[in-house]
């Protein structure tokens, strides 16, 4: 089992990436061989300044490990693992505009404005696809959001092995963490916590100190009505059905078992709980990675050695992808 996940530098670490993927990412290190990396080639498709992008990445490592990512995973930055690119330009030849034209995450990002936007976005999983396979990953940890992405891996490893005549890539499987598939923003539950929505007010960032995480979960979107003693009865109440989604992902509990400990109580009673679970979660890390941006340089040299790692795993793989396509190398 070789588990390989990345995360886009695009910004600060909030509470959807964390239970949606970095949880499971860290309790996933004693299943099978693991990879984790920060995609920061991939944050190019996107508006940040290069001083950001800097600053970013290692703020990013910092993150990752303070939420207990350590030694028995390869933590690196993808630009320094060239591999990564090279194998992209390979699978460009097998991916077929029609398979990307289908992605959802194309779609919705670049808008109405296609001819504006940039290439790279278009064929953003083309090189998600290439550090996926680049590693002949056999497991992916994601939210819901990525699983189109891994499809199309899928199904580009798949086209790939038939055109060649080769068994290179293995098909890998997506691992969607059941608890939180997708944690919504706080402000609208209808569209998902994200690090590009303007309203910081949206979303839990990992770096928010004590009272900023309080003051979120105050301020938090709900409805007037009491919690149900199921959670199928909150179907239609996304906002409700969201802070009830987070409180069971935090404690390791079921939305159901959440439900029947505060079924008829209100929000007043349920988001203080909500706050001071999110505290006890969130604080422990947010103190470790404090610690860690005081040493960026240690961050940073942590970086340097996981690339090392990383492309003698690469570089064997992108040499069979070209052999297997003829080039000379
Ligand atoms: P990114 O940076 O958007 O998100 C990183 C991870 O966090 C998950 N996630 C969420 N999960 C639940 N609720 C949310 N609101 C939420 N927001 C984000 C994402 O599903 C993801 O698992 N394309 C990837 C980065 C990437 C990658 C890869 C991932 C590049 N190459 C290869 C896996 C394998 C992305 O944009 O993630």
């Not at 670490?13 to 949880?23: D, E, F, P, S």
């Not at 990879?35 to 996107?46: N, Q, V, Y």
């Not at 209100?266 to 979660?281: E, H, M, R, S, T």
């Amino acid at each position: 089992m070789r588990i390989l996940s990345g995360i886009q530098t695009t910004g600060n670490l909030h509470l959807g990436n964390y239970l949606g993927a970095i949880k499971q990412w860290v309790a996933m290190q004693d299943q099978g061989e693991c990879l984790f990396f920060l995609a920061d080639l991939h944050s190019l498709t996107g508006s940040i300044s290069p001083a950001e992008r800097t600053a970013t990445t290692l703020e990013m490592a910092a993150t990752l490990l303070a939420s207990g990512i350590d030694d028995r995973s390869v933590l690196f930055n993808q630009a320094r693992v060239p591999e990564h690119s090279e194998l992209c330009w390979i699978l460009q030849g097998t991916a077929r505009m029609g398979w990307l034209n289908r992605m959802t995450q194309w779609k919705d990002k670049a808008g109405k404005n296609r001819d504006g936007a940039p290439v790279g976005l278009f064929t953003y999983p083309v090189l998600q696809a290439a550090d996926i396979l680049v590693y002949q990953a056999t497991h992916v940890p994601v939210g819901e959001d990525q699983k189109q992405h891994l499809e199309l891996t899928r199904d580009i490893a798949e086209k790939f092995n038939t055109d060649f005549g080769v068994d290179l890539f293995p098909l890998p499987e997506p691992l969607i963490s059941k608890a939180a598939p997708r944690i919504m923003s706080l402000r609208d539950g209808t569209a998902k916590m994200s690090k590009s929505d303007p309203s910081d007010m949206s979303r839990v960032n990992l770096i928010d100190p004590d009272d900023v995480i309080a003051q979120k979960f105050k301020k938090a979107r709900t409805d007037p009505d009491p919690l149900p003693d199921s959670f199928d009865a909150l179907a239609e109440r996304a906002e409700a059905r969201n802070l009830v989604t987070i409180y069971a992902a935090l404690a390791d509990m079921s939305p159901q078992a959440v439900l029947e400990q505060f079924a008829g109580q209100g929000f007043g009673a349920f988001k203080p709980a909500l706050a001071d679970l999110a505290i006890a979660k969130l604080g422990p890390i947010r103190d470790r990675l404090v610690r860690l941006l005081d040493d960026k340089a240690a961050v940073g040299q942590a970086l340097a050695d996981g690339a090392v790692r990383a492309r003698a795993l690469a570089a064997p793989t992108l040499r069979k992808a070209q052999e297997a396509v003829g080039l000379q190398v």
